[in-house]
Each structure stands twice: as structure tokens, then as C-alpha cells.
């Protein structure tokens, strides 16, 4: 008999290529991790190491789900973004070291309640209701580590009712993997199950009630979903 007082809640996991479910424990998110996108939210992208923030686990969207518009904003964006998945946990990850941490990989929407993290910039507030809402992380099939080419240097891109808006490469990113893991692992104990989202390049842009979104990363999958 279960000693909890009340049903506990399901445990979110992302389906994996060739069957099975990877559970997931935490999403931590990576700021500002591509130049171009950087200066288009008026900052330098030389400025600062890498810095993180986070959203629910539950907040995850899958098997191509729907996405609901939010409450609570009138400017609603997409961000485009390779994830990282955890299988190796550690605290002060070495560089080196970093990428055999890795479970494996996919493809993900990081969506932003824009007007209202412009508001929390301003207002030197949190970032949770910009960024950790219900249903704003998308998220494609998972691909295991071995079956993914490396370096990471594949193409990203994100068309919305098949118009490009973002394409870039994963070498552009400011800040690459390993060292996106070796720095989070220094604030963070990293445990299996956790995903890492590891920025978007130039190009986010609001979308509405109707939209289609694919994402693809060439050699790791793609992520869809329709805004509703």
C-alpha cells in the first residue's frame, strides 16, 4: 500500500528512437548561446560566460503535441535548440570529460513569453513566468549519444507553416557543449534524466494561434508542434 497521501504526479519522459522512454528529472536552460541572437536582444555576445535558468519538467510537450497560446502575453516566441540528455551525473564536470556525460540528444523549442521577460529584464525580477510555464518545451524523439555524429556542427533550423525563420550551425554556438556542462556542473549536481537546453540562434519571432512549427537538426531529428 502507498504511503503517499495523494496520487504522485507522473513522471515526464521523452520517447526514444528504436523504443523505450528517457525519464526526465530537471531541464536547465542556456542563455544568450549563439552571437547572432545575442545582438538581436541587444547584448554582447562576448560579455559573460554562460549563464542558466530553468523550467519544469512537466512543462515538456511531446509525441509532436499541441501548444497552447499562454495566458498572460501578447508576444509569444519560438527558440529553436539542441538538448542535451544526462545520463552520467557529476558535480565539477572536466571539459574533457563533459560529452561522455551524455545519454543522448534532441530537438527542442524553448518558448518564451517574450513581453514578459522584456518586463522582468526591466524590473530585475525572475524569469520563471517568462520562461517556466506550462507546455513551453517542446520536444522531438531522443536519439542516443552513439548514433549521433560528432563534433557538433550539424545545420539547425526552424520553419513556422514552412517559412524559414532560424537556421544557424551548432558550431556557432558561443559556448559548446562541454563547456555548456562543465559550467552548469559547477553551480549544479548533474544527475541522469536531466536535460539541458542549449540555446537558440538569431531569428525568434512570435508566432499565433494556427502556426506550425518544425524544427530540424541534420543527423539528430527534428521537434513539431502546432500553436492552439
Not at 193 to 198: A, H
Request: charged residues 20%; proline residues 7%.
Amino acid at each position: 500500500m502507498s504511503d503517499f497521501v495523494i496520487a504522485p504526479p507522473l513522471q515526464p519522459a521523452v520517447p526514444v528512437l528504436g523504443g523505450g522512454l528517457f525519464p526526465v528529472r530537471r531541464i536547465y536552460c542556456v542563455g544568450r548561446n549563439y552571437a547572432e541572437h545575442a545582438r538581436e536582444m541587444g547584448h554582447d555576445p562576448q560579455a559573460e560566460p554562460p549563464f542558466f535558468f530553468s523550467k519544469p519538467a512537466d512543462a515538456l510537450v511531446i509525441d509532436g503535441g499541441d501548444t497552447p497560446y499562454p495566458a498572460e502575453t501578447q508576444n509569444f516566441h519560438h527558440e529553436i535548440e539542441l538538448v542535451a540528455a544526462i545520463g552520467q551525473g557529476g558535480q565539477n564536470i572536466a571539459v574533457e570529460d563533459a560529452l561522455a556525460h551524455v545519454w543522448g540528444y534532441a530537438v527542442g523549442l524553448d518558448m518564451t513569453r517574450r513581453d514578459l521577460q522584456a518586463w522582468a529584464k526591466k524590473a530585475q525580477k525572475p524569469w520563471e513566468v517568462a520562461k517556466g510555464f506550462d507546455h513551453s518545451a517542446p520536444i522531438g524523439i531522443m536519439v542516443p549519444a552513439a548514433m549521433v555524429a560528432l563534433p557538433l556542427t550539424q545545420r539547425i533550423a526552424l520553419r513556422v507553416n514552412g517559412a524559414l525563420r532560424q537556421e544557424a550551425k551548432l558550431s556557432d554556438m558561443t559556448w559548446d557543449l562541454a563547456h555548456v556542462i562543465a559550467e552548469l556542473s559547477r553551480f549544479f549536481a548533474l544527475f541522469p534524466g536531466d536535460l539541458i537546453f542549449t540555446g537558440t540562434p538569431a531569428g525568434v519571432a512570435a508566432v499565433v494561434a494556427g502556426d506550425h512549427l518544425v524544427g530540424e537538426i541534420d543527423g539528430i531529428g527534428t521537434v513539431e508542434t502546432r500553436i492552439v
